[in-house]
């Protein structure tokens, strides 16, 4: 089993900047793929960026360019800069880890964390 947790939410204002991290623990050789994916109220969860163990990433297209993914191996950490932030961030963002990488991340992936809520005030 893989155990993460998030830290790093908040509100911030139209404009401004988060970091989100999540430190991931437990059977970590397992893990491949590691992201973000959010779910606003009223909506589906939905991949906001993903990262291989190799540094290959995705990024939903309304975070492009605004948003980075980040990741350390070696610390097991997986970063979530994100800039220029508007209302339609507000989400709650929840790290992600999976056994291995590809198209199924959009869909999910094997294990998750709690969540850390992001609010973006206008």
Request: glycine share 14%.
């Amino acid at each position: 089993q893989v155990q993460l947790a998030e830290s790093g939410g908040g509100v911030v204002q139209v404009g401004g900047s988060l970091r989100l991290s999540c430190a991931a623990s437990g059977s970590i050789f397992s893990i491949d793929g590691m992201g973000w994916y959010r779910q606003a109220p009223g909506k589906q969860r939905e991949l906001v960026a993903g990262i291989s163990s190799y540094g290959n990433s995705d990024y939903a297209d309304s975070v492009k360019g605004r948003f980075t993914i980040s990741r350390d191996n070696v610390q097991n950490t997986v970063f979530l800069q994100m800039n220029s932030l508007k209302p339609e961030d507000t989400a709650v963002y929840y790290c992600a880890a999976d056994k291995s990488w590809g198209p199924h991340i959009n869909r999910g992936m094997d294990y998750w964390g709690k969540g850390t809520l992001v609010t973006v005030s206008s």
